[in-house]
């Protein structure tokens, strides 16, 4: 070990370099296609939720929301802390699907109108 000494009485020792660590294969912990899916999920459902009279435009929006949260959700994307984005997305989306089939229906229903 190479020992310097500085000005004022100072010394600088160099430091022994330490064993190289070994990269481990691990998971990213963010995985972008998959929380953009998970986001666009989650959006979607909002936007559907929003929206719950056009129903023409509702449930198909939700419905894709719906399908590119399930996908995330197959693939397994978590969030930067963990969450489940994905599931909240699905929740959401089955959600906003179901209201604005359910509320179609009872509506046209209750105006005596055709079910279908």
Wanted: contains cysteine; neutral net charge.
């Amino acid at each position: 070990m190479q020992t310097t000494v500085l000005a004022g009485g100072l010394s600088l020792e160099h430091t022994t370099p330490h064993a190289a660590t070994t990269a481990t294969a691990t998971k990213p912990i963010v995985d972008p296609i998959g929380g953009g899916l998970s986001g666009a999920s989650i959006g979607l459902g909002f936007f559907s939720t929003i929206i719950f009279f056009w129903f023409p435009f509702s449930p198909i929006i939700s419905s894709v929301g719906l399908i590119l949260g399930l996908v995330s959700l197959y693939r397994g994307a978590r969030g930067p802390r963990g969450e489940n984005f994905a599931l909240g997305g699905v929740a959401l989306c089955s959600v906003s699907l179901s209201l604005t089939i359910t509320l179609n229906f009872v509506l046209r229903y209750l105006q005596w109108d055709s079910i279908f």
